[in-house]
């Protein structure tokens, strides 16, 4: 998998963008992500994260993570299908930002330590991109299953 990880608060240090990659790599091997999967995750604060929730979402407060799935519909927009194309493209799934200032406000309300974290929101905002939602209850059990299959298995337990 390609990832591209930009720090645009210089608070991330070499060991958590590590972190991040290595998770995100290992839960793209758990789902069978094909090799040639592309995504980026971007770490803002809240003032940017409170602008692109407006912006995109209608909600004029900071979240911790929002994702931006390429593969969503939209619409009065046309869907493009890959696999007809001639040329073997990159799958592109999208964008992860990241509230830095949120995930310590969070580490420290749960108990837990800033980079299980940030492990989390990353994850969660990746199974958004594959297509996992949890505005259901039935899709909430098999997201957050599966979060904690790949946390669990990945060693960055609570």
Not at 49 to 77: H, L, W
Request: glycine share 6%.
């Amino acid at each position: 998998m390609e990832l591209d990880l930009f720090d645009e608060t210089g608070k991330i240090t070499e060991e958590q963008t590590k972190m991040v990659k290595t998770l995100l790599e290992f839960a793209g091997s758990h789902i069978n992500l094909p090799e040639d999967t592309e995504m980026s995750v971007t770490f803002v604060d809240n003032a940017a994260i409170q602008v692109i929730n407006r912006d995109y979402r209608g909600k004029d407060q900071p979240t911790d993570v929002i994702s931006f799935a390429m593969e969503d519909e939209v619409p009065d927009e046309v869907a493009i299908n890959f696999d007809l194309l001639d040329e073997k493209m990159p799958r592109n799934i999208g964008d992860i930002i990241i509230s830095v200032d949120k995930t310590a406000e969070q580490a420290s309300d749960y108990g837990h330590s800033f980079d299980r974290e940030l492990g989390f929101l990353a994850l969660h905002g990746f199974l958004h991109l594959n297509g996992y939602d949890h505005m259901e209850e039935a899709e909430e059990k098999v997201m957050f299953d599966l979060q904690k299959e790949i946390l669990d298995a990945y060693g960055l337990e609570r």
